[in-house]
């Protein structure tokens, strides 16, 4: 069976791919667990200084399977989900993020805790929660508005619509936009350069800069998790995902 999260060390840097292409790696609950245990080894292995986050070859992440939202709705606090998410907030390693192609739903907030996020010039953010009768999740309705405003991330959270490459670099969410065939490598090559910093420094300065904010982002991640949970099992929400399924648009008129 293909491994859907791939681990591979090399010059210090755990690269942890995403590798379901043919689903454009939209995240089960094994893939969840899949990346939680990779940040946490990654973290726990002298070997590893730093990690960078991918996809597979033009696409970053769509998102949580809606396929598994239909068949695994528990999204509470002792899921695979929000064991992943606060093993990523809480990576004690600095983490380099490359994005190619979509990066939907947890796609997009799993890069507001990486450190550094290199994107392709054709990267696609979006954060369709509502359209999907869901809440925002990963701390994002406490990153977004502080990165982006709050009318800017009324207007991605709400209406839902994507976003490009140079958008997200304004708001500070991006750190550079290289043509998409060469993202992957420049962010290697910035995953190299950190491993090669000294070790101690560079861990504590992540913790430094995550010290004002983690503890607010953690408590943002339990609130919309109990939202989000309640929310899966809503009628909206089976709309939703059964649309998608079909390929169809959703029709939320009937809803009160
Ligand atoms: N869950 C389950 N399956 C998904 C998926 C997801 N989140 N995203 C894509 N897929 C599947 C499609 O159903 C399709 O499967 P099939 O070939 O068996 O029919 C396959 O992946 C290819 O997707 P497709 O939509 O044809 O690719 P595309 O290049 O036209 O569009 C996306 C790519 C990512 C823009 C689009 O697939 C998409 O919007 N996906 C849903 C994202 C989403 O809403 N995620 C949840 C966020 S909370």
Redesign the pocket.
Known sequence: MTELIVRQIEDGVMTIRINRP???N?LTVAMYEGLADAIQAADEDDDVRVMLLRGTDGVFC??????DFLQWPPFDESSQVVRFLMTLIHARKPIVAAVQG?A???GTTMLFHCDLVYAGEGARFSL??VN?A?VPEAGSSYMLPQMFGHQRAAELLMLGEPFDAQMASEAGFVNAIYADDQVIAIAEEKARQLAAKPPAALRLTKALLKRGSQPQIAEAVRVEAGHFAELLQSPEATEAFTA?MERRQPDFSKFS
């Open positions: 043919q689903k454009k939209a769509a998102g949580n399977d809606i396929q979509p939907v739903g947890v369709p929660f999907l869901l998608f």
